[in-house]
């Protein structure tokens, strides 16, 4: 695992690091950076059969500020998968991103989503199956456009796939459960940024052709809410203009 603050992406992405989760004896976690604002109030055990830390008690004190998580929010921009290159995460820090991305709202509980990694040998592998599919089915995209289909994955250190496992429920609407898809698309994202490294969520071809779906991992009933390309940026961050609160604001009035 890079030590936090010195992963090769620094020169190019500022370091921000989020208050961590550091076991406390009896194998509790509490947050370094809030640890007296919380103290006896805000409890997490360590996740038990999950893995996944659970908030176990709230405090009830107001939430501590976060300067670190809203720059965090603030800073995470797009880096495309053709820039992205060696190293990616380590398991470790793969553990972490998906505990991050699994803590989304979902309504219901229903755990609407799971996570298909690519990564290693397999990258190529699964190109290799996917190419003559593509070829197929789009046999006249030219060749530069269709390359980078047949090299999809082995080209970036990591992608992740999302995948919306959204049942019909007595209560809970489809709708939903692809909101919370979508929600642990974004959570990885941020918490790929908070690692220092960058991603991009893509889709394409094979999200929505049921063969290739099936190659990459896609069961009966189960769509890909995104492909998460992952890995260290090779070029410095170009923001793109983001929409204006006036446009994208409206207040409601009787
Ligand atoms: C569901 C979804 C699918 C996407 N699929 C693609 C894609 O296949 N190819 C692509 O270039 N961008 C795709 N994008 C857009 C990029 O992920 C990204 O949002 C865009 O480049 C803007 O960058 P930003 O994250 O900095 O706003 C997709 C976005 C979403 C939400």
Same mark, same amino acid.
């Given at each position: 695992?890079?030590?936090?603050?010195?992963?090769?992406?620094?020169?190019? /992405?500022?370091?921000?690091?989020?208050?961590?989760?550091?076991?406390?004896?009896?194998?509790?976690?509490?947050?370094?950076?809030?640890?007296?604002?919380?103290?006896?109030?805000?409890?997490?055990?360590?996740?038990?059969?999950?893995?996944?830390?659970?908030?176990?008690?709230?405090?009830?004190?107001?939430?501590?500020?976060?300067?670190? /998580?809203?720059?965090?929010?603030?800073?995470?921009?797009?880096?495309?998968?053709?820039?992205?290159?060696?190293?990616?995460?380590?398991?470790?820090?793969?553990?972490?991103?998906?505990?991050? /991305?699994?803590?989304?709202?979902?309504?219901?509980?229903?755990?609407?989503?799971?996570?298909?990694?690519?990564?290693?040998?397999?990258?190529?592998?699964?190109?290799?199956?996917?190419?003559?599919?593509?070829? /197929?089915?789009?046999?006249?995209?030219?060749?530069?456009?269709?390359?980078? &289909?047949?090299?999809?994955?082995?080209?970036?250190?990591?992608?992740?796939?999302?995948?919306?496992?959204?049942? &019909?429920?007595?209560?809970?609407?489809?709708?939903?459960?692809?909101?919370?898809?979508?929600?642990?698309?974004?959570?990885?994202?941020?918490?790929?940024?908070?690692?220092?490294?960058?991603?991009?969520?893509?889709?394409?071809?094979?999200?929505?052709?049921?063969?290739?779906?099936?190659?990459?991992?896609?069961? &009966?009933? &189960?769509?890909?809410?995104?492909?998460?390309?992952?890995?260290?940026?090779?070029?410095?961050?170009?923001?793109?203009?983001?929409?204006?609160?006036?446009?994208?604001?409206?207040?409601?009035?009787?």
């Amino acid at each position: 695992m890079v030590p936090l603050g010195q992963h090769p992406s620094d020169a190019f /992405a500022p370091r921000l690091v989020p208050p961590r989760l550091e076991p406390e004896k009896g194998g509790d976690f509490k947050s370094d950076d809030t640890a007296a604002g919380l103290a006896g109030a805000g409890r997490v055990d360590s996740g038990g059969a999950t893995g996944f830390p659970l908030a176990t008690t709230r405090p009830t004190d107001p939430e501590p500020s976060m300067p670190d /998580a809203l720059e965090l929010l603030e800073t995470r921009r797009t880096i495309a998968a053709l820039q992205l290159a060696e190293p990616g995460p380590s398991d470790a820090e793969i553990r972490r991103l998906i505990t991050v /991305a699994a803590r989304v709202p979902d309504h219901g509980k229903l755990t609407p989503w799971r996570f298909v990694l690519y990564r290693g040998a397999a990258r190529a592998a699964l190109d290799a199956r996917l190419a003559p599919l593509h070829r /197929a089915k789009f046999p006249d995209m030219p060749a530069e456009k269709a390359e980078f &289909e047949w090299t999809r994955f082995q080209r970036v250190p990591l992608t992740i796939g999302v995948v919306s496992r959204a049942v &019909e429920h007595f209560k809970v609407p489809i709708w939903e459960q692809e909101l919370s898809a979508g929600a642990a698309c974004q959570n990885l994202l941020l918490a790929v940024h908070a690692l220092g490294y960058a991603g991009q969520w893509l889709s394409g071809w094979c999200c929505y052709d049921a063969e290739a779906a099936a190659i990459l991992g896609a069961k &009966e009933g &189960e769509r890909f809410a995104g492909l998460i390309a992952i890995g260290t940026p090779t070029v410095p961050p170009v923001d793109r203009p983001r929409p204006a609160f006036e446009d994208v604001v409206t207040e409601w009035s009787a």
